[in-house]
């Protein structure tokens, strides 16, 4: 959806959901959440609602989180899924929480992540095995840290979680 509001620059939901073969309800979920999370702009023209991209100045490191979707999206190959595994890797505060502690550590024993995160072993094992599919975390035996971002959107989300 993002991507194909770049396309255009700017649509209403109608345009959104034709584009992206979905109906108009699903697309104005979508479009309300990305607004939610300040990645886009809303405008009332007459009776429409037109969304363009556009970060919120009121949400923090969306500007830069923009750039980086924006940058990304306009790449070669296959764009969005990478994106799409990029922007998964932080849906959960766990794994926000994962990430922040492992890029200040260096690198960490299993336990020693367990014990400064306070995640359950079972839990924990299941996020850093996402993270790993990711590859944002990499493992050496029951040793873990955090790989060296690949991407802009990745370069981007990693910065914001250390801040």
């Known amino acids: 959806m993002f991507r194909s509001l770049l396309k255009k620059r700017r649509a209403c939901v109608s345009d959104v959901a034709l584009e992206n073969g979905i109906s108009e309800v699903s697309a104005t979920q979508c479009l309300r959440a990305l607004n939610s999370r300040g990645l886009l702009r809303v405008s009332r023209v007459s009776r429409w609602v037109e969304y363009r991209i556009g970060h919120d100045p009121l949400v923090s490191g969306t500007e830069e989180l923009v750039e ?50 306070g ?3 079972p839990a924990l094992s299941k996020h850093l095995a996402k993270l790993r599919r990711r590859g944002l975390v990499d493992a050496d035996g029951d040793r873990y840290c ?15 979680v250390c801040q």
Do not use: Y
């Open 68 to 117: 980086a979707l924006c940058t990304q999206l306009r790449g070669k190959g296959d764009v969005i899924d990478r994106t799409f595994k990029d922007v998964t890797a932080f849906t959960h505060p766990r794994r926000i929480l994962i990430v922040g502690v492992l890029t200040r550590h260096k690198r960490l024993w299993f336990s020693e992540l367990r014990a400064l995160t």
């Open 119 to 121: 995640i359950s072993t």
């Open 146 to 160: 955090c790989c060296k971002p690949r991407g802009s959107v990745m370069k981007t989300l990693v910065g914001l």
